[in-house]
């Protein structure tokens, strides 16, 4: 599952919320022990801003799928700031693409 941001923001947008919900819906229906959130940024800011923003936006999606029902100790956070991009850019760019948090239900 891909859950996207706008810029400069950790909070959730109504479709990430929707997004996040049908992966709480997967994970308490199947078979599924841990749940790991990987944040990721676009290469606009710092890196050391970016690594920060990847982890709450990590912790906003961790947040989430807690309040929709999956217990805390399944799931892992992890933040990558602007290291795995998801498309090549140059530094600095603003690319949509890279604002996210993949949810991968294990």
């Known amino acids: 599952f891909l859950v996207f941001f706008d810029f400069n923001q950790s909070n959730l947008t109504p479709e990430a919320t929707r997004i996040i919900g049908q992966a709480a819906t ?15 940024t676009d290469t ?24 929709q029902g999956v217990p805390a100790n399944q799931i892992v956070t992890v ?23 993949e949810i991968v239900l294990q």
């Open 26 to 40: 997967t994970a308490r229906q199947g078979n599924v022990t841990r749940i790991t959130a990987t944040g990721h």
């Open 44 to 67: 606009s800011g710092s890196p050391q801003y970016n690594q920060r923003l990847s982890e709450a936006r990590a912790a906003a999606v961790r947040a989430e799928l807690v309040r």
């Open 79 to 101: 933040g990558r700031g602007e290291s795995e991009l998801r498309v090549r850019t140059a530094d600095g760019v603003r690319e949509p693409q890279h604002r996210r948090v």
